[in-house]
T-cell receptor, first 114, second 114 residues
Protein backbone atom coordinates (compact mmCIF):
# COMPACT_ATOMS: atom_id res chain seq x y z
CA UNK A 1 0.00 0.00 0.00
CA UNK A 2 0.85 3.67 -0.12
CA UNK A 3 3.28 5.15 2.40
CA UNK A 4 3.29 8.91 2.94
CA UNK A 5 6.07 10.54 4.93
CA UNK A 6 5.84 14.13 6.14
CA UNK A 7 8.49 16.53 7.48
CA UNK A 8 9.02 18.34 9.70
CA UNK A 9 6.82 17.16 12.55
CA UNK A 10 6.92 20.62 14.17
CA UNK A 11 7.65 24.01 12.65
CA UNK A 12 7.80 27.44 14.28
CA UNK A 13 7.99 30.63 12.22
CA UNK A 14 7.73 34.32 12.91
CA UNK A 15 4.59 36.04 11.73
CA UNK A 16 5.08 37.22 8.15
CA UNK A 17 7.68 34.57 7.32
CA UNK A 18 7.08 31.63 4.98
CA UNK A 19 6.52 28.01 5.99
CA UNK A 20 7.24 24.93 3.91
CA UNK A 21 6.07 21.39 4.68
CA UNK A 22 7.28 18.46 2.60
CA UNK A 23 5.83 15.03 1.88
CA UNK A 24 6.97 12.00 -0.05
CA UNK A 25 4.88 9.10 -1.30
CA UNK A 26 5.71 5.59 -2.43
CA UNK A 27 2.97 4.49 -4.84
CA UNK A 28 3.55 5.73 -8.39
CA UNK A 29 -0.18 5.16 -9.07
CA UNK A 30 -1.12 7.95 -6.65
CA UNK A 31 -2.59 10.85 -8.57
CA UNK A 32 -4.33 13.05 -6.01
CA UNK A 33 -2.58 14.99 -3.24
CA UNK A 34 -4.68 17.04 -0.80
CA UNK A 35 -3.62 19.04 2.22
CA UNK A 36 -5.80 19.23 5.33
CA UNK A 37 -5.58 21.72 8.16
CA UNK A 38 -6.69 20.77 11.66
CA UNK A 39 -7.01 23.46 14.29
CA UNK A 40 -6.80 22.42 17.91
CA UNK A 41 -9.82 20.32 18.89
CA UNK A 42 -11.43 20.69 15.47
CA UNK A 43 -12.04 18.48 12.47
CA UNK A 44 -9.59 18.33 9.54
CA UNK A 45 -10.56 20.58 6.65
CA UNK A 46 -9.27 20.61 3.09
CA UNK A 47 -7.24 23.72 2.27
CA UNK A 48 -5.78 22.87 -1.14
CA UNK A 49 -5.27 19.87 -3.39
CA UNK A 50 -3.35 19.03 -6.53
CA UNK A 51 -3.73 16.35 -9.14
CA UNK A 52 -0.92 14.62 -10.96
CA UNK A 53 -1.52 16.42 -14.25
CA UNK A 54 -0.24 19.74 -12.85
CA UNK A 55 2.98 20.74 -11.13
CA UNK A 56 1.81 23.68 -9.04
CA UNK A 57 -1.37 25.20 -7.69
CA UNK A 58 -1.90 28.44 -5.78
CA UNK A 59 -4.71 29.82 -3.67
CA UNK A 60 -3.89 33.23 -2.21
CA UNK A 61 -1.12 32.69 0.39
CA UNK A 62 -1.07 28.91 -0.04
CA UNK A 63 0.60 26.93 -2.80
CA UNK A 64 1.34 23.29 -3.42
CA UNK A 65 4.01 21.88 -5.72
CA UNK A 66 4.27 18.34 -7.03
CA UNK A 67 7.27 16.48 -8.43
CA UNK A 68 5.98 13.19 -9.81
CA UNK A 69 9.41 11.94 -10.82
CA UNK A 70 10.77 12.32 -7.32
CA UNK A 71 7.42 11.42 -5.70
CA UNK A 72 7.28 14.42 -3.45
CA UNK A 73 4.96 17.35 -2.93
CA UNK A 74 5.14 20.41 -0.71
CA UNK A 75 2.89 22.98 0.92
CA UNK A 76 4.06 26.58 0.93
CA UNK A 77 2.43 29.23 3.11
CA UNK A 78 3.59 32.80 2.59
CA UNK A 79 3.13 35.82 4.87
CA UNK A 80 2.12 33.58 7.75
CA UNK A 81 -0.42 34.79 10.28
CA UNK A 82 -1.24 33.54 13.80
CA UNK A 83 -4.44 31.94 12.48
CA UNK A 84 -2.27 29.66 10.32
CA UNK A 85 -1.19 27.89 13.52
CA UNK A 86 -2.56 24.35 13.27
CA UNK A 87 -1.59 20.79 12.37
CA UNK A 88 -1.27 20.22 8.63
CA UNK A 89 -1.65 16.80 7.03
CA UNK A 90 -0.64 15.81 3.55
CA UNK A 91 -2.26 12.82 1.88
CA UNK A 92 -2.12 10.78 -1.30
CA UNK A 93 -4.53 8.51 -3.13
CA UNK A 94 -5.15 6.86 -6.44
CA UNK A 95 -8.57 6.35 -7.99
CA UNK A 96 -8.16 2.64 -8.42
CA UNK A 97 -10.27 1.59 -5.46
CA UNK A 98 -13.39 3.43 -6.53
CA UNK A 99 -13.35 5.50 -3.38
CA UNK A 100 -11.29 8.33 -1.99
CA UNK A 101 -8.94 6.04 -0.11
CA UNK A 102 -6.52 8.60 1.27
CA UNK A 103 -3.25 7.76 2.99
CA UNK A 104 -2.23 10.55 5.36
CA UNK A 105 1.14 11.74 6.54
CA UNK A 106 1.82 12.00 10.25
CA UNK A 107 1.19 15.74 10.42
CA UNK A 108 3.17 18.95 10.97
CA UNK A 109 2.35 21.20 13.89
CA UNK A 110 2.88 24.76 12.65
CA UNK A 111 3.19 27.55 15.20
CA UNK A 112 3.22 31.14 13.98
CA UNK A 113 4.79 33.42 16.57
CA UNK A 114 3.28 36.93 16.64
CA UNK B 1 -27.20 21.20 5.98
CA UNK B 2 -25.54 19.71 9.05
CA UNK B 3 -22.82 18.01 6.96
CA UNK B 4 -21.35 14.98 8.73
CA UNK B 5 -22.69 14.28 12.20
CA UNK B 6 -21.17 11.71 14.49
CA UNK B 7 -22.08 10.63 17.99
CA UNK B 8 -21.06 10.45 20.75
CA UNK B 9 -18.43 13.20 21.17
CA UNK B 10 -16.82 11.52 24.16
CA UNK B 11 -16.91 7.98 25.51
CA UNK B 12 -15.11 6.06 28.22
CA UNK B 13 -15.22 2.27 28.10
CA UNK B 14 -13.81 -0.51 30.20
CA UNK B 15 -11.76 -3.20 28.51
CA UNK B 16 -14.09 -5.77 26.95
CA UNK B 17 -17.10 -3.50 26.65
CA UNK B 18 -18.73 -2.93 23.29
CA UNK B 19 -20.04 0.21 21.67
CA UNK B 20 -21.17 1.63 18.34
CA UNK B 21 -20.14 4.99 16.93
CA UNK B 22 -22.82 6.52 14.75
CA UNK B 23 -22.27 8.67 11.67
CA UNK B 24 -24.72 10.31 9.31
CA UNK B 25 -24.30 12.71 6.37
CA UNK B 26 -26.91 14.82 4.64
CA UNK B 27 -24.93 15.71 1.49
CA UNK B 28 -26.05 12.73 -0.63
CA UNK B 29 -22.48 11.41 -0.69
CA UNK B 30 -21.83 7.92 -1.98
CA UNK B 31 -18.65 7.20 -0.05
CA UNK B 32 -18.15 7.16 3.70
CA UNK B 33 -15.12 6.45 5.87
CA UNK B 34 -13.96 5.82 9.40
CA UNK B 35 -10.52 7.08 10.46
CA UNK B 36 -8.69 6.96 13.75
CA UNK B 37 -6.24 9.65 14.81
CA UNK B 38 -3.41 8.90 17.19
CA UNK B 39 -0.60 11.25 18.29
CA UNK B 40 2.31 11.14 15.87
CA UNK B 41 0.52 8.76 13.50
CA UNK B 42 -1.80 10.99 11.55
CA UNK B 43 -5.13 9.70 10.31
CA UNK B 44 -5.41 6.02 9.52
CA UNK B 45 -8.30 4.47 7.63
CA UNK B 46 -10.20 1.77 9.49
CA UNK B 47 -13.00 0.93 7.03
CA UNK B 48 -14.66 2.61 4.13
CA UNK B 49 -17.81 2.22 2.08
CA UNK B 50 -17.51 3.26 -1.55
CA UNK B 51 -21.26 3.08 -2.02
CA UNK B 52 -24.39 1.90 -0.27
CA UNK B 53 -24.24 -1.84 0.29
CA UNK B 54 -20.46 -2.16 0.13
CA UNK B 55 -17.77 -1.98 2.78
CA UNK B 56 -14.03 -2.58 2.62
CA UNK B 57 -11.13 -2.77 5.04
CA UNK B 58 -8.66 0.06 5.34
CA UNK B 59 -5.22 0.11 6.94
CA UNK B 60 -6.22 -0.81 10.49
CA UNK B 61 -9.48 -2.84 10.51
CA UNK B 62 -8.69 -5.34 13.27
CA UNK B 63 -11.05 -5.11 16.23
CA UNK B 64 -13.70 -3.16 14.34
CA UNK B 65 -16.81 -3.85 12.30
CA UNK B 66 -18.88 -1.49 10.20
CA UNK B 67 -22.38 -1.28 8.81
CA UNK B 68 -23.54 0.90 5.94
CA UNK B 69 -27.12 1.08 7.11
CA UNK B 70 -28.28 3.20 4.16
CA UNK B 71 -26.82 5.92 2.00
CA UNK B 72 -26.79 8.40 4.88
CA UNK B 73 -25.49 6.29 7.75
CA UNK B 74 -22.27 4.41 8.42
CA UNK B 75 -21.61 2.99 11.88
CA UNK B 76 -18.46 1.66 13.50
CA UNK B 77 -18.66 -1.05 16.16
CA UNK B 78 -16.11 -2.14 18.72
CA UNK B 79 -17.17 -5.59 19.89
CA UNK B 80 -14.66 -5.96 22.71
CA UNK B 81 -12.81 -2.72 23.38
CA UNK B 82 -9.09 -2.78 24.15
CA UNK B 83 -6.83 -0.01 25.52
CA UNK B 84 -5.09 0.09 22.11
CA UNK B 85 -8.34 1.42 20.68
CA UNK B 86 -8.08 4.59 22.75
CA UNK B 87 -8.07 7.23 20.03
CA UNK B 88 -10.00 10.01 18.34
CA UNK B 89 -12.32 8.64 15.69
CA UNK B 90 -13.45 10.62 12.67
CA UNK B 91 -16.18 9.77 10.23
CA UNK B 92 -15.97 11.33 6.77
CA UNK B 93 -17.81 11.34 3.47
CA UNK B 94 -17.07 12.30 -0.13
CA UNK B 95 -19.12 13.22 -3.13
CA UNK B 96 -21.48 11.12 -5.17
CA UNK B 97 -19.81 8.92 -7.74
CA UNK B 98 -16.50 10.71 -7.49
CA UNK B 99 -13.05 9.57 -6.59
CA UNK B 100 -10.25 11.82 -5.53
CA UNK B 101 -12.54 14.44 -4.10
CA UNK B 102 -12.71 16.46 -0.91
CA UNK B 103 -13.41 14.60 2.32
CA UNK B 104 -15.91 16.14 4.71
CA UNK B 105 -15.17 15.16 8.29
CA UNK B 106 -17.38 14.88 11.32
CA UNK B 107 -16.39 16.56 14.58
CA UNK B 108 -14.79 13.46 16.04
CA UNK B 109 -15.32 11.05 18.94
CA UNK B 110 -12.76 10.91 21.71
CA UNK B 111 -12.73 7.34 23.02
CA UNK B 112 -10.85 6.15 26.08
CA UNK B 113 -10.62 2.47 26.92
CA UNK B 114 -9.51 1.78 30.47
Amino acid sequence: GENVEQHPSTLSVQEGDSAVIKCTYSDSASNYFPWYKQELGKRPQLIIDIRSNVGEKKDQRIAVTLNKTAKHFSLHITETQPEDSAVYFCAASSDQTGANNLFFGTGTRLTVIP
Amino acid sequence: NAGVTQTPKFQVLKTGQSMTLQCAQDMNHNSMYWYRQDPGMGLRLIYYSASEGTTDKGEVPNGYNVSRLNKREFSLRLESAAPSQTSVYFCASSEVGATNEKLFFGSGTQLSVL
